[in-house]
């Protein structure tokens, strides 16, 4: 079978490494690369990504986009892109991978109406994929929405494919529903330890936690520090699940919460960091510590 040419717009580490497990299995991958960073020039060079010199030009060939962006930027991406496949009347499918709520992927697919596009909303559950021998891994794709079989032939290649049936925002619900845990906790966590220290209790509530809930500890101890590092992605993607709670009618503050202390942190001195470049020596203590002017 034959294998689709695929466009991912972004090479930041998820879309970077997406690609790459992609390029190692053989497939093309292309994007467009004027006016990027060094670090993302890096990044899909080392992905093999071929760079094209516009959206007209990366739509001509292409057989599948997947959208994966900040969620902030999602629906921008995607009226651009549905721009120029209505004026170029070409046809592909295209990918919602974004972390964004239910509403907000129907309302993303609403776009692509009177376009030759086929929607497919999704949701990406784990980290960037690993094609390391010694230490391979995938992420989970959750999918939604339209069937698409060139999608569905890559299953195990980037992603483990999970289908949710032909309802869009099955998939993006899936999502957010997992992020509310898993980036809820370590948000509640981080504002927990904020309070401990502006109340002169951190290293107590340090030490009791590692009496009496372990788990939690380790959680903490070792997440923390990593949060500054992708809090100006997540803050947005709190929002978002705050506003899926609320379209189920299921009490939000909590998240909205979560992205104040999201804010927090990219907006402390560690903020600028990435995955990359962040701090390994610095420990949660002294990151909660370094957001005291938040008191």
């Not at 021998?133 to 079989?149: D, E, I, K, R």
């Not at 966590?189 to 002169?200: H, M, R």
């Not at 609320?246 to 942190?265: D, W």
Request: glycine residues 6%; negative net charge.
């Amino acid at each position: 079978m034959t294998k689709p040419n695929i466009a991912i717009i972004s090479a930041g580490e998820m879309g970077a490494s997406v690609a790459a497990a992609y390029t190692h299995a053989g497939y093309t991958i292309t994007t467009i690369l004027a006016d990027r960073s060094p670090e993302t020039l890096s990044r899909a060079h080392q992905a093999q990504m071929q760079d094209r010199p516009n959206l007209k030009s990366l739509l001509t060939d292409c057989d599948i986009f997947l959208s994966i962006v900040p969620p902030a930027l999602a629906t921008e991406l995607a009226t651009q892109v549905a721009a120029q496949a209505k004026a170029s009347n070409v046809a592909f499918s295209f990918v919602e991978c974004n972390a964004i709520s239910p509403d907000h992927s129907n309302a993303i697919a609403s776009l692509f109406s009177d376009t030759n596009v086929k929607f497919i909303d999704a949701g990406i559950i784990g980290g960037p994929p690993r094609v390391a021998v010694n230490q391979p891994y995938l992420p989970c794709l959750y999918v939604s929405g339209a069937t698409c079989p060139q999608l569905n032939q890559t299953d195990g290649v980037a992603f483990r494919i999970k289908q949710l049936g032909d309802e869009i925002g099955r998939a993006s619900g899936m999502k957010m529903s997992y992020a509310a845990i898993t980036k809820g906790i370590n948000s509640l966590l981080a504002g927990a330890f904020l309070t401990a220290e502006n109340l002169g209790l951190l290293d107590e509530l340090i030490a009791e936690l590692s009496e009496s809930q372990n788990e939690l500890f380790t959680r903490a101890t070792s997440n923390i520090q990593r949060l500054p590092a992708d809090a100006g992605r997540w803050a947005p993607e709190m929002r978002e699940i705050a506003q899926t709670f609320q379209s189920v009618g299921v009490p939000n503050g909590f998240h909205l919460a979560a992205a104040e202390m999201m804010q927090i942190l990219d907006a402390s001195p560690f903020g600028n960091e990435t995955r990359k470049t962040r701090d390994t020596s610095r420990s949660a203590k002294q990151t909660i510590q370094g957001l005291t002017p938040h008191k």
